[in-house]
């Protein structure tokens, strides 16, 4: 039987919570699904424990460690669903969430795909709250495109649940992108139509593991890495559906909001000097930031929640 969605998994080195993972997946219920997971060629016991769990639903296969976006590819074209969800190895989907994506896309044909929302966790307090909804409130109803060049809204793979057939259109993630490389995807995906916004579902769990390595590839407040955004705004589709100025106001919307991302990464980790020198060049560089209500409102909210919770 064809299931109804594939969740593909790329992992590497997450033998600690691959198998969480999947549990969370496995207990799904009131739709066909298949699990895909992509062993990146994991120096530890990552494949080994996904396969210990013996299900027909699950599929383990393991190549040489070439990256995320060459894994979740991998995963993409093994797919036999005509729905896919990439999910995070260390994230965990919560009760419904497939079933409810599922019943959305069918409903909404004319859509490439829904987006749920999510809350964050950084230990052992997962119970979904309503700021996880937050988010999707501001998410717009169309012209996806127009907006998501300017804004990552998105931010986590595993409450995006795509057509299968045009995620493969689109050619899948760019593996020369090493930051962003979700969001240059998610924008190709948008060419080819809208996202359904789903404001009253949290289908995930968003681990918080921010890794050294991820911190240095966003780059620095004198030099940040706006690699991604470059990659969406050479784009001749855009050209094509924007005049000059629509791309320049939306090119520089997101590299204020790379920028600043970075800095409230700075502030929830604690590197006062590093959150200064971002302050400081900020300052200079992007004054028109403090215009930008839609942009401040969402830093300010997430650095007092980072700073203060309990």
């Not at 855009?238 to 909001?257: N, S, V």
């Not at 400081?280 to 215009?291: E, H, M, T």
Request: contains cysteine.
């Amino acid at each position: 039987m064809t299931p109804d969605i594939s969740i593909v998994i790329a992992a590497h080195n997450a033998e600690k919570t691959i198998q969480e993972t999947l549990e969370s997946v496995f207990l799904q219920e009131g739709v066909a699904f298949e699990a895909i997971v992509v062993d990146d060629g994991s120096s530890d016991a990552t494949g080994p424990v996904a396969r210990r769990l013996h299900d027909p639903r699950l599929m383990v296969t393991t190549t040489a460690n070439r990256g995320v976006s060459r894994a979740r590819n991998t995963g993409l074209w093994l797919a036999r669903a005509p729905l896919v969800l990439f999910v995070d190895a260390d994230d965990m989907l919560l009760p419904g969430a497939l079933k409810t994506m599922v019943a959305a896309m069918d409903s909404h044909p004319e859509h490439v795909a829904c987006l749920a929302g999510f809350r964050k966790f950084a230990g052992s307090d997962r119970e979904p709250r309503k700021a996880a909804l937050e988010r999707l409130s501001r998410v717009p109803a169309k012209e996806t495109l127009r907006h998501l060049i300017g804004k990552n809204f998105v931010v986590n793979g595993g409450t995006l649940c795509i057509r299968t057939r045009i995620a493969r259109e689109t050619g899948g993630y760019d593996p020369n992108l090493r930051l962003g490389e979700d969001w240059e995807f998610w924008c190709r995906l948008a060419e080819k139509g809208d996202f359904l916004p789903l404001r009253d579902t949290v289908a995930l769990l968003y681990r918080q593991t921010p890794s050294g390595a991820q911190m240095r590839l966003r780059g620095t407040a004198d030099a940040p890495n706006f690699a991604a955004v470059e990659a969406i705004h050479r784009r001749s589709e855009l050209r094509r559906r924007f005049t000059d100025q629509e791309l320049k106001e939306r090119r520089r919307l997101a590299e204020l909001d790379t920028y600043w991302s970075a800095a409230r990464n700075e502030l929830v980790r604690r590197n006062w000097r590093s959150f200064a020198r971002y302050l400081a060049v900020g300052a200079v560089k992007y004054p028109d930031s403090l215009l930008q209500w839609r942009l401040v409102k969402p830093f300010l909210a997430g650095a007092t929640r980072s700073l203060f919770k309990s």
